[in-house]
């Protein structure tokens, strides 16, 4: 059974820096496409970052040159770096993990930024 548990939210003043983490456990990070996706209140969820099995990784326009997503093979979790942080990105982010068919999903963790 494939369990992704996303860590290291929290508030932060705008500006500031937060890295989350996403912990993996039933499948193989390096095997599978994994994402960052954010929903803010009365928005639809949207991806952040994106890192394929073959290293290729994609950002969303608004969080390029800021944000970078990184694999960490060792311990099967895959990173966001978040810098220079923005009232608008507020937000609660969720891990995803898509091989074939099969998409999951993390419980999310809240991202609060304020100005």
């Known amino acids: 059974q494939v369990h992704l548990a996303e860590s290291g939210g929290g508030l932060v003043q705008a500006g500031g820096s937060l890295r989350l983490s996403c912990a993996a456990s039933?499948?193989?990070?390096?095997?599978?496409?994994m994402g960052w996706y954010r929903q803010a209140p009365g928005a639809q969820r949207e991806l952040v970052a994106g890192i394929s099995s073959g290293g290729s990784t994609n950002y969303a326009d608004s969080v390029k040159g800021r944000f970078t997503i990184s694999r960490d093979n060792a311990n099967n979790t895959v990173n966001l770096q978040m810098n220079s942080l923005k009232p608008e990105d507020t937000a609660v982010y969720h891990c995803?993990?898509?091989?074939?068919?099969?998409?999951?999903w993390g419980q999310g963790t809240q991202v609060t930024v304020s100005s």
């Open positions: 039933g499948i193989d990070v390096r095997l599978n496409a």
């Open positions: 995803n993990a898509r091989s074939g068919m099969r998409i999951s």
